[in-house]
């Protein structure tokens, strides 16, 4: 799996340094211009709280592993459960096998971190959200949908119709073969065309909201709207 090189090479220069003493436009000095736009302001965000208590280091195939705190329990097949409630007619839990028994779903796309680096081409295989939505049955007054992961920490949220898309999938699989626990596996979100903050890791809970709850990152100023330059939808 090839790495762009436009994204920062090696060890994360400047990622320990306090943002607010960086103007965006040394940032994009620094780091060069792979990330434009509002992300050249707060990009790097996450790898300076990260510091604080979690772990940013060179992951597999030019990912980076990403977890906001020191240590993550590992679950497997035997103990990995994935719950569906919140604002629904019949909430669900389903174990990893009957999540490999439902309809899978393939999606192919370049891997983006708001840090600057992209991993291209990244198949993931999953349920699509969608299904899960479905199966358990949304109630009219429910507009987004809120995740939250077995590191105890971390969540996301996306609204009703982001979660509905085709391309948002409950993955099962990357690059062909299961997700490791680095990778947040067994089971983690992958919106696709999102930045990759949006996928949660450890997924455990999906919760169906009356409104969007802010996420993890965006208490650090990340958009709650992670699109990926030319997938954000024309209507917005
Ligand atoms: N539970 C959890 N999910 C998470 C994160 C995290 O710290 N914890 N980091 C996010 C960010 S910023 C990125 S870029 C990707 C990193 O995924 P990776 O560690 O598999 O490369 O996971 C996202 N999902
Ligand atoms: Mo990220």
């Known amino acids: 799996m090839k790495r762009k090189t436009s994204a920062p090479a090696g060890k994360p220069v400047g990622r320990r340094v306090v943002l607010g003493v960086l103007g965006a436009g040394v940032l994009g000095v620094v780091f060069g211009p792979a990330v434009q736009g509002v992300w050249r302001g707060i990009r790097s965000v996450a790898s300076q709280v990260m510091t604080g208590g979690g772990t940013v280091k060179q992951g597999a195939g030019g990912f980076r592993y ?9 679950k497997d097949a035997s103990d990995y459960r994935l719950t569906v409630g919140g604002l629904v007619d019949k909430p669900l839990a389903f ?17 983006h971190c708001t840090d600057g680096w992209v991993v291209d081409e990244v198949p993931f295989t999953g349920v699509k959200l969608a299904d899960l939505l479905d199966a358990a049955g949304v109630r009219p007054d ?16 996306l609204t009703l119709e982001q979660a509905r898309r085709d391309d948002v999938l409950v993955a099962l699989t990357i690059q062909g073969g299961p997700i490791s626990h680095d990778a947040g596996g067994p089971v983690r979100l992958y919106v696709a065309p999102m930045y990759y903050y949006k996928s949660a890791k450890w997924l455990s809970g999906i919760e169906l909201t009356a409104e969007v709850k ?13 699109w990926l330059p030319g997938d954000e939808p024309k209507h917005g």
């Not at 990403?66 to 590992?74: A, E, G, M, N, T």
């Not at 174990?95 to 891997?111: C, F």
Request: hydrophobic share 35%; glycine share 8%; proline share 7%.
């Open 66 to 74: 990403y977890s906001i705190v020191s240590s993550v329990p590992r």
């Open 95 to 111: 174990t990893l096998d009957q999540l490999r028994a439902l309809p899978q779903s393939a999606v192919t796309k370049d891997v």
């Open 142 to 157: 429910a507009h987004a949908v809120r995740f939250t992961c077995f590191d105890g920490a971390y969540s996301e949220s």
């Open 214 to 226: 802010p996420g993890y990152w965006e208490k650090y100023g990340y958009p709650i709207d992670g």
